[in-house]
């Protein structure tokens, strides 16, 4: 049963209330029509596509937007109940969804989790409502607290909420409000994803930011925040096992680590991204093709060659605070880590920005583990870009 | 072919060029003369027949003289032959213009109907006046709404003193007037002297290098008749090779004909080389029956400015080289030798005829050759007088002797002449005391226009001092100078320290009253082009060993993308590649990392 080959699931619903200032994901708002016919050649997708995948067990599944909340409930339940019927689904499969406060109900929640969603993952960003309205999010403080309350009561076990750091006007004392206000939610939440605002090229808050009407925290106060954040959720128990994300022991997002790990994986939906097998693909990002035919979406494929299959595993298992295992490495590309990396291995350890570990259980030989140090997990760019060869 | 044949041909030959300030419309009346002459159809013609070379075109300036041959049925129901040679339209490019030019008989003196008279207009046609050639005034542009041809008409006779009132008014672009211009040229112009019999006397006025056919000549017969098999010789350079061809030019293509007589435009090939032996303005002579004297106004070319050129990958040295070999093939007044950096290793020592000669050949070997190169600061010829009575003359700063020896250094200084319109005098003024320029006077040439009148030195003009012109000035201002000579100055050098260690590249020299401020900002400047590193960087300015300017490049903390969505991976490995790419145009000083770019930052000073 454990040596069937693994598929994770990803569903992407492209829908939202309205776009933050930030955003630059493949998301907009629609409406109802629209996210209904949408709902449909996504579960023709979901359908049509099982059977290529007959003999994977999908240990995760992950529904992400957007704002997947936005999604009628009823829709959301035909999903996962196809998924269910057509897909081997592991007994203790970890079943995510994002949503938003403000577009949630108790009613909601209750049937999403009778549905099947055993995680939620809220993008809460800050506790102070003047910075919510300053990146354009929707909701309030208040709204949160209700949405955090109903999923709770709802029976979810398993929460993550969402923060960031640096955003136009807040302070350290703010960001610090934001982090406690978190932390002091009955009962805290399992997860805590904290990232600092990047403004990306054409959003509003970019051009913003160019015309020079946007004040933001410089460099060193984006520091402190991210300092902070360290400090604070060590004390509380949350141990940072990703560049970006902290958990509670136990309750690390399996579905996001099987991105690093390069597990294979199925994304559904408008412009999602796949990686089967080495193969790397996804669906176009045009709507109006993906309504009329879901599964004729599907762009040109990339057959990762070794030498960029060895750069995804530096770059993308470096993001884990873990690091990546050099036994592995040996076994994947039949050449020892060193024979590769040896020189950029070597320099950025004496740069005290990567270290060696020794493998946990070492069955066998045992190669020991390669990880970003503290120094190196703020600057994980600098490095990974070493990697590339 | 008779005596009496080649007498008459001759009478129906007229040999001219067009003279304009930039933008004024000369290339396009050039392709309108042409497409009305009828030597080609419309299919053939390209958008502008006579600028061949891209980047001529992208630039709007033409930057090698060539000459195309049309005939023309007058009115008066004769054919005549028309050779129009082109001029380059750049002060860079003064002496080839002077040549060009002394291979007329006439010029076309183009105006903006609009704009009127501008620097290069009458700096232009001063020099065609110079070589005695009647110039006729054409009116163009008159179909733009602000168009005033009759206020530049008067304005061509009160300041040029030229006869303007029978002036063709035209418009080039829309093909209106070109009969008139047409007409003119065949009954205001002079048909070419000289005998066909006497002894051979050739003006070469360009030359191309061509793989097939060795070098090209370009020339205007003045005396004599050459043909296949004429034993020729440069007067100058010395060279001596026997005619393999001569001909004439259709647009864009070599026409071979019989031979080339008194009078004529048109080509010899004789297995030569180099462009180097067959210099500009040098004089084609039988070498069994030499004419008595060479033309005059031969001059050596002379490079004005020098820069480092160097390859960003130390492994394409040898295709650099081969490069500039071949570019030289065809330009005679680039000059190169090889030279070494600390900071960048192997390169050549590189001299042009002005800055944007530099531009053109770095543009030509960056999209020809495919190279990326780091040009380090462009730089002119300084005289250095040493203590000890010897005379060097410094083309690279890194190669300023000891202070201690130096018994004083002189520049060189040009003459300029700025015309401006009157609300613009005071900025423009400003501008040239800025860079040390020394006021000779001011002329207005009309209620709302004036010339003036400055010595400036030619380091204080190279990099930008035609964008400052412009950009202070609303785009107004014109500008054309002329080398006057070498003058004493008080100049240092100034010396850039990277992470304490000394950047060859970046030295410059400077005069003593503007280092501190060139220090200050090229700090500054350089603080911004240097990504910051695992450790703190100082970057100081200092001229002899005392630091005079510092700034600090603060050590990175932070370089993370934290998001990375959806499985979706294509970004974040592009911005990996990107910084990777990034890197890899960095160029290694110690334990630094400075961006190519960063080495241009000096040029760039008076961006903000």
């Known amino acids: ?389 | 072919m008779e005596s009496m044949d080649r007498k008459q041909e001759q009478g129906r030959i007229r040999n001219f060029c067009i003279v304009a300030h930039i933008d004024h419309g000369k290339s396009t009346l050039a392709d309108r003369i042409i497409e009305h002459t009828g030597l080609l159809t419309s299919r053939e013609m390209q958008a502008q027949v006579l600028d061949n070379m891209d980047l001529e075109r992208e630039r709007g300036i033409t930057i090698k003289a060539q000459a195309v041959r049309t005939v023309y049925k007058a009115r008066d129901g004769q054919e005549y032959i028309l050779n129009l040679i082109d001029t380059p339209g750049h002060v860079d490019f003064n002496y080839e213009v002077s040549r060009s030019l002394a291979a007329c008989d006439g010029a076309i003196l183009v105006v903006d109907a609009a704009q009127g008279i501008e620097a290069q207009t009458l700096a232009n046609v001063y020099l065609a006046l110079d070589h005695d050639l009647d110039v006729i005034p054409v009116i163009n542009k008159i179909d733009l709404p602000s168009a005033e041809p009759q206020r530049v008409i008067d304005e061509i006779e009160d300041v040029i003193g030229l006869e303007a009132q029978d002036a063709p008014l035209i418009s080039a672009k829309n093909g209106i007037g070109i009969e008139d211009v047409l007409e003119q040229i065949v009954k205001k112009i002079p048909a070419p002297k000289g005998n066909p019999d006497s002894p051979l006397q050739a003006l070469i006025f360009d030359s191309l290098y061509d793989s097939y056919k060795g070098v090209i000549i370009f020339c205007r017969i003045m005396e004599g008749t050459v043909k296949k098999g004429t034993a020729i010789r440069m007067m100058a350079t010395g060279a001596k090779e026997e005619v393999v061809e001569v001909g004439v030019f259709g647009a864009g293509q070599f026409i071979p004909c019989e031979e080339l007589s008194a009078g004529m435009v048109g080509y010899i090939t004789a297995s030569i080389k180099n462009v180097k032996d067959t210099a500009v303005g040098d004089t084609v002579t039988d070498d069994a029956n030499p004419c008595e004297a060479p033309l005059p106004g031969y001059k050596k070319v002379q490079s004005m400015v020098y820069c480092g050129f160097y390859p960003a990958d130390g492994a394409k040295y040898p295709d650099l080289r081969d490069a500039l070999e071949k570019l030289q093939l065809n330009d005679a007044a680039l000059q190169y030798e090889p030279e070494t950096s600390v900071a960048l290793g192997f390169g050549f020592r590189c001299g042009f005829l002005g800055l944007l000669h530099l531009e053109v050949i770095q543009e030509r070997l960056e999209r020809e050759y495919n190279l990326d190169l780091v040009a380090t600061a462009p730089g002119v010829v300084y005289k250095v007088f040493k203590t000890n009575g010897e005379m060097i003359e410094l083309t690279n700063p890194s190669n300023l002797p000891d202070p201690s020896v130096i018994e004083h250094m002189e520049e060189p200084v040009v003459s300029a002449e700025i015309m401006v319109t009157s609300e613009f005098i005071g900025s423009i003024m400003e501008l040239c005391q800025e860079r040390r320029g020394r006021y000779l006077g001011m002329e207005y040439i009309e209620a709302s226009r004036a010339v003036l009148r400055y010595e400036l030195p030619l380091n204080e003009i190279i990099y930008d001092f035609f964008d400052a012109l412009k950009s202070r000035s609303k785009g107004y201002a014109s500008f054309d100078y002329d080398i006057k000579g070498y003058e004493e100055s008080k100049l240092v050098k100034l010396d850039i320290l990277i992470n304490k260690e000394e950047v060859d590249a970046l030295s410059f020299i400077v005069h003593a009253d503007s280092a501190y401020e060139r220090g200050r900002r090229m700090c500054e400047k350089l603080k911004e082009e240097i990504p910051r590193h695992l450790f703190e960087i100082p970057i100081q300015a200092a001229i002899g060993g005392k630091v005079i300017a510092r700034e600090t490049v603060k050590a990175m903390r932070k370089d993370v993308l934290a998001k990375c969505y959806g499985g979706d991976i294509t970004r974040k490995k592009k911005l990996l590649e990107k910084q990777k790419e990034g890197k890899k145009r960095m160029r290694q000083i110690g334990n630094v990392e400075i961006p190519q770019k960063a080495f241009l930052s000096v040029l760039k000073l008076d961006d903000d």
């Not at chain 1, 949408?38 to 957007?66: C, K, N, Q, W």
């Not at chain 1, 925290?217 to 984006?222: K, S, T, V, W």
């Not at chain 1, 605070?321 to 320099?347: A, H, P, T």
Request: net charge negative; charged share 30%.
């Open chain 1, 1 to 389: 049963m454990t040596n069937k080959k693994e598929l994770e699931l990803y569903f992407h619903i492209p829908f939202c209330v309205r776009k933050c200032l930030y955003c630059d994901f493949l998301s907009a708002p629609a409406d109802r029509e629209t996210i209904g016919r949408y709902m449909e050649a996504l579960l023709a997708e979901t359908e049509g596509s099982a059977v290529s995948y007959a003999d994977h067990r999908v240990p995760t599944v992950f529904i992400g937007g957007g704002t997947p909340s936005v999604a009628a409930v009823e829709d959301m339940e035909r999903l996962l109940s196809s998924v269910g019927r057509l897909y081997r689904l592991d007994r203790d499969a970890e079943i995510t969804m994002e949503v938003n406060p403000g577009t949630v109900s108790g009613e909601q929640l209750r049937r999403l989790y009778r549905a099947g969603v055993n995680r939620l993952s809220i993008g809460l960003q800050s506790a102070d409502d003047g910075e919510l309205a300053a990146i354009g999010r929707i909701h309030t403080w208040e709204q949160f607290l209700d949405a955090y309350g109903e999923a709770r009561r709802a029976g979810f076990g398993n929460v993550n909420v969402d923060i960031m750091s640096a955003l136009p006007g807040q302070t350290l004392a703010g960001y610090r409000r934001t982090l406690e206000r978190v932390l002091s939610l009955e009962p805290p939440p399992e997860h805590i994803s904290a990232y600092s605002l990047i403004l990306e090229e054409g959003t509003p808050l970019f051009e913003r930011y160019e015309e020079g009407s946007l004040e933001i925290p410089d460099e060193d106060a984006d520091r402190e925040m991210y300092e902070l954040t360290r400090e604070i959720l060590a004390q509380r128990g949350y141990r940072r096992y990703e560049i970006s994300n902290y958990a509670r022991e136990g309750y690390e997002c399996r579905h996001n680590c099987g991105y690093w790990r390069r597990r294979s994986y199925l994304g559904l939906g408008l412009g999602a991204a796949s990686l089967v097998d080495n193969v790397r693909f996804r669906n176009g990002a045009d709507l109006r093709a993906y309504l009329a035919d879901p599964l004729g979406c599907r762009e040109a494929e990339q057959i990762l060659s070794r030498q960029e299959q060895m750069e995804e595993f530096m770059f993308l298992g470096l993001r884990m605070r873990s690091g990546i295992s050099c036994g592995e490495f040996r076994q994947l590309f039949g050449r020892g880590i060193e024979e590769i990396y040896g020189d950029v291995i070597d320099k950025n350890i004496r740069d005290g920005l990567l270290e060696l570990w020794p493998e946990r259980e070492g069955a066998g030989e045992s190669l020991g583990r390669l990880a970003l140090t503290e120094k190196g997990l703020d600057l994980s760019n600098y490095v990974m870009a070493q990697f590339l060869l």
